[in-house]
């Protein structure tokens, strides 16, 4: 499918756009979207930009009973020149398909899928935010659509494209927060879904998070789902540690999500020749590191936060606070270097920016 | 909310009824649905009988993107009097409110619910089908739809029953199917959500059910998560194994669904004195059985099918031939008893049977 087959249909008049400073995550949605279809034997057909609207779907869409859904999360940029970016997008597509394996869902072309978000961001360019920290966030999705109850993958799907504009995630500039760690509940297990974005992980992970928040925690750390003693990831982002002037992260089992800025992180630490290291990482390991004074830094690391330092982590009834309950140098470092490439504040020698093509109204 | 509060909108024309012998399952749907609202702070509110018709729903709804959703399965039987009856359909709506608290959805009022579900289906009552082994498929499902990307459990939901008449299981009797262990993929683990029936689990078992079904396998066995040698469960059935003379399955721990018809096939053998222990069961034992000659029967049991009879278990490398791919003498039985139970052709001296009460079109 080439760029020319995306049909357009402009909304005759634009919604109001909300004041930087009072924009939320995920509220507001912009003036269009993307949509294609799956059907059998056509394949992905019928891409077109629209003005955002409602989908109309039957009751029993397979989407609403079996849980066969994928998605991504990515951004677009305002740099101070005024272009709109995007940071790694083809990390994201990739991941997409890998979650489509996983899930029986059939692939997308990834090069045409990268077209059409740049095509749809331009051509809302005016709804990314130009405040400090903000930016227009990017929900590329995948739904089952076959009205059929049967247990089995779809014979029909839809992939959409919708944009909200968000406020910065850190109002008052990067803080460390409180996290839990998760004795009970888990998100998944190798086998199941876990390296997948799919909405059962979310869904699973819902109770064990709605729990540790009444006792005023921001997270939970997942452990793995068999010996319960290894270390996953944190809420919906991935974590390291640094550890004695060592940087760790657990390693990829199937079971953790392949996070982009987990990999930028990982370049980032080799570029600046600090030591990075993936493998199994025990929580017992961690707190024993805390009680020798050698564990300097914990921080979460995705999309929404880019970094999130952990101020203090509470395992059964141990609580480690964690450089003084302060964001650690490394941390702090990483967080102000990939958001001055995201936002073109600074050089990006990775290539990580793929910029935005202004279009005109007259050529979509 | 008492009965009365359901308004009823009713469709100027039904659709064509599909003849008995054409029937599938889950394809084709009835005149109406039902339909409930949740937000904040009415409640469950808006209760209502209307046309089965699409529903218009937001494309940041979190259905679409974090898997927030249960459902339920059952059916209406047509007694040979022409009664419709429904089977121990309050199990299926305590089930229903335990896996909305694993999934932090707001519980409904089983009372109600079951009182909603028999005013549609006695609406609905000449869609029951008459031929052996059809029945009426109510599939009761609550989906999230609030607008919003947070990951967070949402404010607002849907409570949806819609029917749809299923075709005989067996178009030629009850026959054993061929199972193949699963070494690979899990369908979910303890402090999962294997014991709540919400999509993803159901999303996550298709790769592993596509490729066994390539290989010419009906369904797979789920070992547990954890130590990969307990049977769980088969496809998306309970599993029972006669062995030397009793039968066991495998004990709730969890990580596996609590089937109604498990429980009632329990409870039958008790009241036929058969020995049935629910307890682990490791694919080991089930193996060494086999071989020293003393696996008289396996059979799975769940809605759909009621019982379904395994001729074939393939672990490994190794092929178990049970009962010479015959269907086995309690299998058979209970399939019997719990047909003639739901279908009013036999004593029901459990009170497992609600009959829907005949409603005139003026009383609703």
Not at 168 to 176: D, L, Q, W
Request: aromatic share 10%; with cysteine.
């Amino acid at each position: 499918m080439g760029n020319n087959s995306i049909q357009v249909n402009l909304c005759s008049t634009g919604k109001e756009k909300p004041e930087s400073d009072q924009l939320q995550f995920g509220r507001v949605f912009t003036d269009h979207m993307f949509i294609m279809d799956y059907s059998q034997p056509e394949g992905w057909h019928d891409a077109r930009i629209v003005p955002y609207q409602p989908l109309t779907i039957d009751p029993s869409s397979m989407v609403f009973h079996y849980g066969q859904t994928v998605f991504e999360g990515l951004k677009a940029y305002l740099s101070p020149e005024g272009d709109a970016q995007l940071f790694r997008p083809e990390k994201n597509l990739e991941r997409l398909n890998r979650s489509n394996d996983r899930l029986c869902i059939p692939p997308i072309d990834e090069d045409f899928a990268l077209e059409a978000i740049k095509r749809l961001v331009a051509l809302e360019k005016e709804w990314i935010p130009d405040s400090e920290g903000t930016s227009l966030y990017i929900r590329p999705f995948i739904i089952s659509t076959e009205p059929y109850l049967g247990v089995a993958p779809s014979q029909q799907y839809k992939f959409i494209v919708i944009l909200s504009p968000v406020g910065a995630y850190y109002k008052e500039g990067i803080n460390p927060v409180k996290i839990a760690v998760e004795n009970n509940f888990v998100r998944t297990v190798t086998g199941g879904t876990g390296e997948a974005k799919t909405g059962g992980n979310y869904a699973a992970s819902l109770k064990a998070q709605e729990l540790v928040a009444n006792s005023g925690y921001a997270q939970v750390l997942w452990l793995d789902g068999i010996e319960r003693k290894y270390i996953e990831e944190v809420g919906s982002m991935n974590v390291f540690f640094k550890i004695n002037g060592e940087v760790v992260t657990p390693a990829l089992n199937g079971s953790i999500l392949e996070g982009v800025t987990r990999n930028s992180v990982i370049q980032l630490l080799k570029h600046w020749n600090i030591p990075i290291i993936e493998r199994k990482v025990s929580m017992e390991e961690v707190y024993q590191a805390y009680k020798d004074g050698l564990l300097e830094e914990a921080f979460g690391a995705g999309t929404a936060a880019v970094i999130s330092p952990i101020g203090q982590l509470t395992w059964k009834l141990e609580h480690l606070f964690i450089n003084n309950g302060k964001t650690g140098e490394i941390a702090k470092k990483l967080y102000d270097t990939l958001t001055e490439i995201q936002y073109g504040k600074q050089e990006d020698p990775f290539g990580w920016i793929e910029k935005v093509k202004e279009i005109s109204n007259s050529t979509i």
